[in-house]
T-cell receptor, first 112, second 117 residues
């Protein structure tokens, strides 16, 4: 049973435009959500997070939106740059420990 | 060190062979995690240490998998009698905090790619 789902395996965007990556979850008990970015042959690197009591968190070009009623979160990248091309994972966790549940990932390709 | 270091980077094992994967976390990091990432999938949780105590091993897929962190720093993930389905990238991560929270996430190593033939 996949508690965190990323239904789009890939996304292609033109440089300078907005990239929107989506993630759905089933467990309403998650306390926080995170986005990680992964380049080939490297480990995932932390990008941005949001607490379940918030609905938006912004960090530079990256904004994460949380819609708890829909159990949906999204990552917006504006403007998209070719260096943003990578696999993006959403993840969720609770305050009981450090375990994270990851989605399957979405491969973003930003074309010049 | 500056980051989480994992060794070896690549490991090819014959089916039935035992393997040991090493993780050197960031110095001073309390929490250490092991994840398994199959091709085309997200990382899946295996086990979690707080200092030398293994607090959660619910993700270990079978009793062939064993992890330890005897002195609260370096950790080893051991897989006995490897099977083809064990082929994956094994990721280690560490965190300064005891619990994750919505803070800064934790730091992953580059992983060990295990191929069982």
């Amino acid at each position: 049973d996949q508690q965190v789902k990323q239904n789009s395996p890939s996304l292609s965007v033109q440089e300078g435009r907005i990239s929107i990556l989506n993630c759905d979850y089933t467990n309403s008990m998650f306390d926080y959500f995170l986005w990680y970015k992964k380049y080939p042959a490297e480990g995932p690197t932390f990008l941005i997070s949001i607490s379940s009591i918030k609905d938006k968190n912004e960090d530079g070009r990256f904004t994460v939106f949380l819609n708890k009623s829909a159990k949906h979160l999204s990552l917006h990248i504006v403007p998209s740059q070719p260096g943003d091309s990578a696999v993006y994972f959403c993840a969720a966790g609770d305050n009981q420990g450090g375990k994270l549940i990851f989605g399957q990932g979405t491969e973003l390709s930003v074309k010049p | 060190g500056a980051g989480v270091s994992q060794s070896p980077r690549y490991k090819v094992a014959k089916r039935g062979q035992d393997v040991a994967l090493r993780c050197d976390p960031i110095s001073g990091h309390v929490s250490l995690f092991w994840y398994q990432q199959a091709l085309g999938q997200g990382p899946e949780f295996l086990t979690y240490f707080q200092n030398e105590a293994q607090l959660d091993k619910s993700g270990l897929p079978s009793d062939r998998f064993f992890a330890e962190r005897p002195e609260g720093s370096v950790s080893t993930l051991k897989i006995q009698r490897t099977q083809q389905e064990d082929s994956a990238v094994y990721l280690c991560a560490s965190s300064l905090a005891m619990t994750q929270g919505a803070g800064g996430g934790y730091t992953f190593g580059s992983g060990t790619r295990l191929t069982v033939v």
